[in-house]
Each structure stands twice: as structure tokens, then as C-alpha cells.
């Protein structure tokens, strides 16, 4: 059974285009987040959702906008994609670290391309 | 503000031999938590082990074991027995309690050679 997951695994895509990822966790888990993985695989959180309240929204452009219909989905929408959109995207999820000090659960990632 | 430093970008460990990859962190904090996550080729992320900084007992899941040193601000990992399967990007992470960001080191990269 897939803990974590995300649609599509792979992304290919034109420059100005809109996409968007899809993500999804079946661990009952209250809290989500978006990560960003470029080439040299540095980790950079995004966003992060607690019972569909933003809490963590960090400095990346307004062409990223997240949204989390119910606690069991995250979905991220870019807009106007540029090239340096390519890297791979991490969907996550943990419990509520104020409730127990879990660790955070990783989707197998998407690997957008923009050419 | 907290950092985790991976002084070793790389790494290289001969089969069936015993690895130790370094993080240090910095904080000001009592009451945190430190994970290591282990990213194969597939680019799966994978929570190998972490450690309640209240405890003193290191962690310990299989072949792998932390050293978790407070006062110094280190949390090494130790894999033994190194297996092919081992062969990973190695991500070492801090979490202040009750706070939802992982702060995470750079990753070092763990060669295996048959």
C-alpha cells in the first residue's frame, strides 16, 4: 500500500506553460509539505500544511501556489514555469509534531523538466 | 537560527566494512530531534533512524547506530556491515519540538565498493 504519493513521476514540459502535482497520503497524517530538490540535491521546503492551514510558507515566488483540499491531499500549481522550475518536487507528510515526534514520510518525488 | 553542517560530501566504504558519516547541528535548543534519511538512486527519501534528544541511549535500527554526542553538537551515523544496497545519498536533519521545519544538512554521498 503506497504511504505517500505523487502524480506524475515525471514532468516534461514547455517554458509558460501551468502545471501542476499532485500529492496524497493514506497515513492519517495532520501535516503535509512541498519540498524542492535541485541538481545538487540540496532539500528546500516550500510550503507545509497543518489540517489544511498554511504554517510553513517560505520565500519562493508567487508562481507556486499550493492547495490542500482536505488533510489527506496536498496539490502544488505552478504557473508560468522557467527553467530554473527544473528540479525534482518531494510531497511529505508527518504527524503533528505537537503531537508525537515522528518523522516526515517522502512521496518518490517528481522530476519536472521545463525546456 | 539552526544549521546542520555534512562536512563529507562523499564517502566510500569497502563491502561488509563499518562507515561512520558526520553531522554536527547548531542550536540553542534542549528539546529537539535528529533524523538521518538515506536517498537511494530511485530518489526515494527513506527515514532510517532518529533520536529523541532527551535520550542519552544512542538509536539503533539493524546495522545502523548513531552516536549522538549533546554537548559537542554531533550525530554521526554508523552503518555496519556496508551492504551494495547501502549505496545513497545520506541527509542528516534537526527538528526543534513542536516545531513543523527539518532543517537539513547538505547530504553526503555513500559509495560502496564490491
Known amino acids: 500500500d503506497t504511504a505517500v504519493s505523487q502524480t506524475p513521476k515525471y514532468l516534461v514540459t514547455q517554458m509558460g506553460n501551468d502545471k501542476s502535482i499532485k500529492c496524497e497520503q493514506n497515513l492519517g497524517h495532520d501535516t503535509m509539505y512541498w519540498y524542492k530538490q535541485d541538481s545538487k540535491k540540496f532539500l528546500k521546503i516550500m510550503f507545509s500544511?497543518?489540517?489544511?492551514?498554511?504554517?510553513i510558507n517560505e520565500t519562493v515566488p508567487n508562481r507556486f501556489s499550493p492547495k490542500s483540499p482536505d488533510k489527506a491531499h496536498l496539490n502544488l500549481h505552478i504557473n508560468s514555469l522557467e527553467l530554473g522550475d527544473s528540479a525534482v518536487y518531494f510531497c511529505a507528510s508527518s504527524l503533528s509534531p505537537l503531537a508525537a515526534p515522528s518523522g516526515q514520510f517522502f512521496g518518490p518525488g517528481t522530476r519536472l523538466t521545463v525546456l | 537560527a539552526q544549521t546542520v553542517t555534512q562536512s563529507q560530501p562523499e564517502m566510500s566504504v569497502q563491502e561488509a566494512e563499518t562507515v561512520t558519516l558526520s553531522c554536527t547541528y547548531d542550536t540553542s535548543e534542549s528539546d529537539y530531534y535528529l533524523f538521518w534519511y538515506k536517498q537511494p538512486p530511485s530518489r526515494q527519501m527513506i527515514l532510517v533512524i532518529r533520536?529523541?534528544?532527551?535520550k542519552q541511549q544512542n538509536a539503533t535500527e539493524n546495522r545502523f547506530s548513531v552516536n549522538f554526542q549533546k554537548a559537542a553538537k554531533s550525530f554521526s551515523l554508523k552503518i555496519s556491515d556496508s551492504q551494495l544496497g547501502d549505496a545513497a545519498m545520506y541527509f542528516c536533519a534537526y527538528r526543534r519540538n513542536s516545531n513543523y521545519q527539518l532543517i537539513w544538512g547538505a547530504g553526503t554521498k555513500l559509495i560502496i565498493k564490491p
Open positions: 533520536q529523541e534528544a532527551y
Open positions: 500544511y497543518n489540517n489544511k492551514e498554511l504554517i
